[in-house]
């Protein structure tokens, strides 16, 4: 729940669960973490081809641990819109290759894998990965939770509407609030009834919303701690601040660190971020603030 001190006080305070268990290891989430991407990928929206190769991703995971960086999130299909959904082999491939290589060079690095495929979700936990990200909500692979229970890791369930190909083809809500919060609810609620209690929700901005509908959730992001789960937000470099400030995402660093800066103040508990060093700043300096999203 969130609850204001009182009328003329700013600082707002945020309950949530403030730990995930990652294998045995309590992760704190007093302060908000930053968790780095790493795609893997020929086209993602804005790295995609830098990264696919066994030395540049080691070089990445290199910066944005020395940057910062509390989790590395890697993901080798792209979810940018019209997006196809890639064969799952392929995926098991490229994750397999990628995740034994990091997982030998930064061995105590908490890894994320992005991938709405469960078999790719069991793979990659059983080589090393420590939670799984999965943008679709459990929609595109039915047997997601299921396996999320049985692997016993923290689980990031996102919001979306539609696939990536199609996600922006039907952005009609009659109110976009009330059917996330109702998704939301009833997703939780399977989640918990399998055993899984280490959850983390993403509104999912820019997955199957329009301009206006990003910012109303941005502004009232507080709704989402009705749940009493740590808040993810992921707004790096997206089309929500290019298309506002008619930019591209190669200039969308400002953009991203002002959002960040009111997601934290929020009570948002993880950036998903492109650029950790400036993420990393942003934190430390809402943290010297005050504006802590902690009870």
């Excluded at 305070?13 to 294998?23: D, E, G, V």
């Excluded at 990628?98 to 030998?104: D, F, N, V």
């Excluded at 060079?105 to 992005?114: G, L, Q």
Aim: hydrophobic fraction near 40%; aromatic fraction near 6%; charge should be neutral.
């Amino acid at each position: 729940m969130f609850i204001s001190k009182n009328s003329s006080d700013k600082n707002t305070i945020f309950s949530s669960k403030q730990s995930i268990n990652c294998k045995g290891k309590l992760i704190s989430l007093n302060k908000p973490l930053v968790m780095g991407i790493l795609n893997i990928t020929e086209d993602s929206f804005f790295d995609g081809g830098i990264h696919n190769s066994e030395k540049n991703w080691l070089k990445q995971t290199e910066k944005m641990l020395s940057e910062g960086a509390d989790i590395i999130d890697i993901g080798a299909a792209s979810t940018r819109p019209r997006a196809r959904l890639i064969p799952v082999n392929d995926e098991i491939k490229t994750i397999k290759t990628s995740l034994q290589s990091i997982r030998k060079e930064f061995p105590e690095t908490i890894i994320s894998i992005d991938t709405y495929y469960s078999k790719v979700a069991e793979i990659a936990v059983n080589e090393g990965a420590d939670m799984i990200n999965d943008i679709s909500g459990g929609d595109i692979d039915k047997e997601m939770f299921e396996t999320i229970a049985k692997l016993k890791v923290p689980y990031i369930l996102m919001h979306i509407k539609g696939l990536p190909e199609n996600m922006q083809l039907n952005t009609n809500y009659a109110n976009i609030l009330e059917e996330m919060m109702l998704y939301f609810s009833e997703k939780i609620s399977k989640l918990k009834l399998l055993g899984v209690n280490d959850l983390i929700i993403d509104p999912g901005f820019g997955f199957g919303k329009t301009l206006e509908d990003n910012y109303k959730i941005m502004r009232q992001l507080e709704c989402f701690h009705f749940f009493e789960l740590p808040i993810l937000v992921g707004i790096s470099r997206k089309s929500m601040i290019n298309k506002l400030l008619d930019i591209k995402p190669a200039e969308a660093l400002n953009g991203t660190t002002s959002l960040n800066t009111i997601a934290l103040m929020k009570g948002a508990k993880i950036l998903r971020v492109h650029d950790v060093k400036e993420a990393v700043e942003t934190v430390k300096i809402h943290e010297m603030l005050n504006f802590k999203s902690s009870v």
